[in-house]
DNA sequence: CCTAACTGTTAGGCTACCTAACTATGAACG
DNA sequence: CGTTCATAGTTAGGTAGCCTAACAGTTAGG
């Protein structure tokens, strides 16, 4: 419609499109999380620390677990958030707290073998409740949300950095 | 991979992977809404009162004013909370709460012209963020977004239901 | 050493959600 | 009509998850 700004206009208007989808995704999601297992955050968490768990990033040595520090990156919240977190999972008895060997003031969390099957159950769980939702859809529009989920993924990559 | 069951299996892939990226694009929606202005949930609202306020559904009368408990549906809350963040919002200036004509049991809320124009800047403000956050992507990015974006929707609106 | 930088915990506070209990109005029916 | 049941919203009390500020212990550098 506008010659001069055409390229903005169209982002500003895919932005407020994608905005407004992710903002009602947040019903389908705390729908996902509103199964009394474990809360979303607690649960991502725990994948976190799967995922890190086994084969921790750059590290020479093998070292076991994820720093507090580290995992609030992870998470995106802060450091205290994410000790409060940590020390709900380990009362529940789902991961745990260790002095690092090669710095005292650090602490190195890992999951549990409970924490682990926990995972395990809960994203089953989940997945199998969005499978649900997705079965509705027509084969076009499930290839179309699959080629846009790595778009999603570079998105939410970006801000990491 | 498995003959048995291939379509269940890729719905289950896919509903892992669209769990994993709306997981993650809560990083996102909590960037765009740390902008300190109004929170998610009050600018949620408001503009569910800006399009619902001016033609209300399908009824006969111009019954201006959205009703509490049609609130909270719409936000997927309920009806305390509803109230809740509706008294927010009328002490800050943004909205109205009015006795119903019709029935003295309800309340009817509108938004203001002070929530109008919050609604209008906060939107702009967001969609100025994430068009940044859009930018970054390629053509067929954005492409593939796009797509996606009304099959979101589709899934959306099948939890309204 | 002694100070500066860093890691994590503790303390206190906020928002947004929930359930349960209450008030007031409307509607149905004998 | 008046009692009874349903509906609309508010109030009260509680929880989860996040934040900032203040603190304690550890490491590293001058």
Redesign the pocket.
Known sequence: MNASEPADSGLLALAQDFREALRHSIYLVRRLDADGEL????L?MLKMLMDAGPAAGGGASSASGV????I?RN??????????????LERAGLAR?EP?P???????VTLTEAGLAAVATANERRNAVMAGVLSSLSDDDRAALAAALPVIGRINATLQA
């Open positions: 809360s979303a955050a607690q991502s720093r507090v520090g580290e609030a998470l995106g919240v802060k450091v205290p958030s994410a000790t409060e977190q940590i020390i709900k707290r690092d090669s710095d005292s003031r650090a602490v190195r």
